[in-house]
């Protein structure tokens, strides 16, 4: 019993904790020798560098070179005036009376193209603000409307979305971001239709009580300058450069080439399968970082440009890596074996939905979609993917249900894109947190459901 509650424990540290604003750099080893201390494990020192910080870098071994070419990304659409003018495109097409729905589709188009939502946020923001003072809608929706487009289906649910959650289920299980595209495609309209319905119904219930945009001081720049913008079409194309070139690397590109050098032992012995999605991602993203290189040159400080860039990727790779790290060593305390072996019992030994059961409650605890996926991977992947063959389950099918649930739960409080948002948006908890509470969490967990239950039913596709 106690080896059980020190699991808890040091959630409960880690949550309360990471509300209050701690770096999670800081409170992952925190959190997790507490475990380690209160269940009795013999090396507190082993744990720390033998466990949890060999599973933090191997974490960042395989995916810094993700996070650092979408931070460049990200940087030079920022600073090209390219995210600015797509939100702009758009919300000028659907008009201030539609201003949820533009920000929904703006931030959408941006994150689905492989751009930052923390990017998104700051570029999509003043477009926002100058909707919804037009059509006087209450400025505490924005947050909401950012969410939808930014936290749920083009984090996880439309096919070859570049989200860093859609890609790490490939590494475990030789699939592709492009895994079950039907399915993916079945959560997305679910979360985009009830996401919408339910943003729509808060403003119709606003404006019965006459309740407008409101008297707001705002904390960063809401000001548009249009001047030296892109048009539309050149800004969007490495977005479509991004969708297309991953495409064309997983399903032609990489199938055709000769990868048998991948089997010797100083490339790790790997199969091109367990590879093949992270290199598309890497490849596409890096082709359209050169594209907006030479379209930009001469407006863009590059130097500027890759640099930020750069510095921009440690915050959010190490976050993710220490929450790993400190999933490893939970996963090390014999207590976890219960916890573990309980779940996957109460699910008759269904590799989905004890997959998806574990990466929610893991998503909920760090506060991170990444970090609870990760940590669920790195403990049970490879069983998860011999009781998936086993059942004669689809991998596929695996990674996307396993990939939708890391979005069901994450969206907490103390999650860090929802208190970046508030701090970006000049809001609270209190005036806004119960849309998001709605749209990325309670109707993320319906969609995974729905999801699981079409799969059931009529297989992946």
């Known amino acids: 019993m106690l080896e059980v509650s020190s699991i ?27 475990a380690v201390l209160i269940s009795g494990g013999e090396s507190l020192l082993g744990y720390y560098t033998q466990i949890f910080m060999v599973k933090l870098g191997d974490f960042a071994t395989i995916y810094f070179p ?69 059509s006087d809608t209450p400025k505490r929706l924005i947050p909401g409307a950012v969410a939808i487009g930014s936290f749920t289906f083009t984090m996880v649910g439309l096919p070859g979305t570049p989200a860093i959650q859609n890609a790490i289920p490939a590494q475990y299980f030789g699939t592709n971001t492009f895994a079950a595209p039907g399915l993916g495609f079945v959560a997305s309209i679910i979360m985009f239709v009830l996401g ?19 008297e707001h001081r705002e904390t960063v720049a809401t000001t548009l300058n249009e001047e030296n913008t892109p048009d539309f079409w ?43 999605s992270n290199w598309a991602v890497i490849v596409a993203v890096f082709t359209a970082v050169v594209f907006l290189l030479i379209c930009h040159y001469r407006n863009i400080d590059v130097t500027k440009c890759l640099n930020g860039g750069a510095t921009d990727s440690l915050a959010p790779i190490f ?36 997959g998806s059961i574990i990466t929610g409650i893991l998503s909920a605890i760090t506060g991170s979609a990444s970090g609870g996926l990760s940590i669920t991977l790195e403990m049970l992947g490879s069983q998860l993917l011999t009781m998936a063959q086993q059942l ?21 409080p103390h999650n860090g894109a929802v208190i970046t948002l508030f701090a970006i948006c000049g809001l609270t908890h209190k005036d806004s947190y119960k849309d998001i509470f709605v749209t990325s969490l309670c109707i993320t967990v319906v969609s995974t459901l729905v999801t699981v239950l079409v799969y059931k039913t ?4």
Not at 114 to 123: H, P
Not at 247 to 274: R, T
Not at 320 to 339: D, W
Request: hydrophobic share 55%; net charge positive; aromatic share 10%.
């Open 392 to 412: 004669h389950i689809s991998p596929e099918a695996l990674h996307r249900i396993i990939s939708l649930s890391c979005s069901t739960l994450h969206a907490l």
């Open 8 to 34: 808890f424990v040091s959630m409960a540290i880690l949550i309360f904790l990471a509300y209050r604003r701690f770096s999670v750099l800081v409170l992952a080893p925190l959190a997790a020798a507490s």
């Open 66 to 134: 993700l996070f650092l070419l979408s931070a460049i990304f990200g940087k030079i659409m920022e600073s090209s005036g390219s995210a600015k003018a797509i939100a702009h495109y758009l919300s000028e097409k659907i008009g201030p009376e539609n201003a949820i729905l533009a920000v929904v589709l703006s931030c959408s188009v941006l994150t689905y193209g492989g751009v930052s939502l923390f990017v998104v946020a700051f570029a999509v923001y003043p477009i926002a603000v100058e909707l919804f003072k037009k």
């Open 234 to 276: 050149v800004a969007l194309f490495p977005i479509i450069l991004v969708v297309l070139i991953n495409y064309a690397c997983v399903k032609w590109i990489f199938p055709q080439l000769d990868m048998s050098y991948l089997h010797q032992e100083k490339y790790g012995n790997v199969d091109i399968k367990n590879v093949a």
């Open 196 to 214: 919408m319905a339910w943003m729509n119904r808060q403003l119709t219930i606003a404006r019965s009580r006459k309740e407008g945009y409101g």
């Open 458 to 461: 009529f297989g992946a596709f």
């Open 319 to 354: 976050n993710t890596a220490s929450v790993v790290g400190y999933g490893a060593v939970i996963n090390a305390l014999p207590g976890f074996v219960l916890l573990r072996d309980g779940v996957i019992a109460l699910s008759s030994g269904d590799p989905v939905i004890s």
